[in-house]
């Protein structure tokens, strides 16, 4: 049964975001919703939801269908309320219905003591729990999420997953995600938005992204095939141009208009593949360094700032080259572990050592690094790149010249992570220290973002709760267990819950 149908929808946000798209949600759909960054997915879920207008074309839900949208941020008029009495206040009868707020708590695993905790006082993750328990308060026909992985550790992403599995079969879920493995695991169809000519596939992510590949290079090479079809028609029309003129023949002149008159409608009518160029690119640099270990420690005691044990490291080490991730459950200590050796690279410390030609690429998961009143000029040209130079490299970014000059408060995640990592590059570290470097990034950027590494043989130790980042991208794993620091040989057994205790 179909609960809601797009016709030919069009959306203009200062820029025009997607134009002529259509598609059905049917009940029991899982849809994946894949963009890259600033193409419209959350606008195009607020559509859906009944929050914002289109430009154009028409969306049609069923009668009496309800529509459950979880979005990003928790709305701030929400964030002095203690997490329960947030969801408890999407009930159309609070004191009738209290009793369901605990019982969706406790299917999504929400411990007592944060159920009276401001929300403000909560992580992200919880916030974005709190969200998904709201919506799940009007027990909607179509759930629609936007990047519902967000600040999740890998045990709450599994719990995610388990939830969506036990929803009512004739319940759909649309879910704009970045996290390749997550759209794998939960969805059977995938909608790739774009400008123009956005693609749908049955089936999940990884099959779809093959089968979008595999269509997008049939149409480039039809649209070569046309445009050197056109070539050759002109080159004909050429020659019996010279022909007919040196002849006086009317019919080689008229025979000449219709060969430039099919090359015309032939190139007017070809179109090439897909080239999304919007988010803009990511480059990392890789100055060298002689030594071989960059960074030694010494049975570090990490603890929380006040002063609590959480695990002690051992004797470890990391070598040039080395890609490290560090593996470990929320609360575990995994960005304890990289404040120390933050301090330690920066002021020194007697139980991790770096080899003084580090130099330093940090990267912090809150892009507090990022002066909100700052512009994106103010932080490159910094570098003394000059104006011009710094225009290109944003630009290079995905960084719009409309916005170069104005605070950064405004951008988007996505826009922030790729400044910060152009940053990054222009520090020309030889060490990098990434916490969460894929929050935001959309799929291309996280691909791009993988390749350098690889491709640069960078140094880096980082934290991530991206599967398929860490998969592709690491060569040596450190797991936080049984408050100990351990090295293993891949994360298969951690992602499968059997070790990180």
């Known amino acids: 049964m179909s609960l809601l149908a797009v016709k030919s929808l069009s959306l203009t946000l200062g820029i025009p975001l997607f134009e002529d798209l259509s598609f059905t949600v049917e009940a029991g759909d899982r849809i994946g919703l894949i963009a890259a960054n600033g193409r419209g997915k959350s606008s195009l879920l607020r559509c859906l939801a009944g929050q914002l207008d289109p430009t154009g074309g028409d969306i049609t839900r069923a009668r009496g269908v309800t529509v459950g949208l979880v979005e990003q941020d928790a709305p701030a008029a929400l964030l002095p309320l203690s ?36 929300l403000a006082s909560l992580s992200g993750g919880w916030q974005r729990t709190a969200l998904l328990a709201r919506a799940a308060m009007a027990e909607p026909e179509i759930l629609l999420l936007d990047e519902p992985t967000n600040h999740l550790d890998l045990s709450r992403i599994g ?39 956005s693609r749908s596939f049955a089936l999940p992510f990884t099959r779809a992204r093959a089968a979008l590949d595999e269509a997008d290079g049939a149409m480039e090479r039809r649209y070569e095939n046309e445009v050197a079809k056109a070539d050759q028609l002109r080159r004909q029309a050429a020659k019996l141009k010279n022909i007919g003129i040196n002849s006086g023949s009317d019919l080689l002149i008229t025979k000449t208009k ?26 990392l640099a890789n100055s060298g360094t002689h030594a071989k270990a960059l960074l030694t420690i010494n049975d570090a005691q990490i603890a929380t700032p006040d002063a609590r044990p959480l695990f002690k490291t051992g004797q470890l080490w990391i070598e040039k080259g080395d890609r490290v991730v560090l593996l470990g459950r929320n609360g575990a200590g995994k960005t304890q572990m990289i404040t120390a050796i933050l301090r330690a690279i920066t002021g020194g410390a007697a139980d991790i050592k770096s080899t003084p030609t580090l130099v330093l690429g940090h990267s912090d998961q809150g892009l507090a690094q990022l002066p909100p009143k700052a512009t994106p000029m103010d932080l490159v040209t910094a570098f003394k790149t000059g104006d011009g130079p710094a225009r290109s490299l944003l630009s290079a970014a995905g960084i719009r010249q409309d916005v170069q000059t104005k605070p ?29 470097p894929t929050n935001h990034l959309d799929i291309e950027g996280q691909e791009a973002l993988e390749g350098e590494l690889l491709t640069q043989g960078a140094t880096c130790l980082l934290v991530s709760h991206d599967r398929s980042f860490v998969r592709n991208v690491a060569s040596r794993f450190w797991l936080i267990d049984r408050k100990r620091l351990i090295e293993v040989d891949d994360p298969e057994a951690f992602f499968a819950g059997e070790l990180g205790q």
């Open 83 to 118: 997490l329960r009495n947030a969801v408890a206040a999407a009930l159309t009868d609070p004191d009738g219905e209290g009793w369901r707020v605990d019982i969706i708590l406790d299917d999504l695993s929400v411990p007592e003591e944060h159920r009276d905790t401001p």
């Open 159 to 197: 719990l995610l997953q388990r939830w969506l599995a036990a929803l009512p079969r004739d319940t759909a879920v649309l879910a704009a995600s970045h996290d390749r493995a997550f759209l794998d695991a939960v969805t059977t169809r995938s909608l790739f938005l774009r400008e123009r000519a």
């Open 258 to 283: 219709q060969l430039k008159d099919r090359a015309e409608k032939i190139e007017s009518a070809a179109r090439p593949a897909h080239k999304d160029t919007s988010a803009g690119t990511i480059r």
């Open 408 to 436: 950064l408060a405004p951008l988007s995640g996505g826009q922030k992570a790729r400044l910060a990592m152009l940053l990054l590059r222009l520090q020309h570290p030889n060490f990098y220290l990434l916490d969460e």
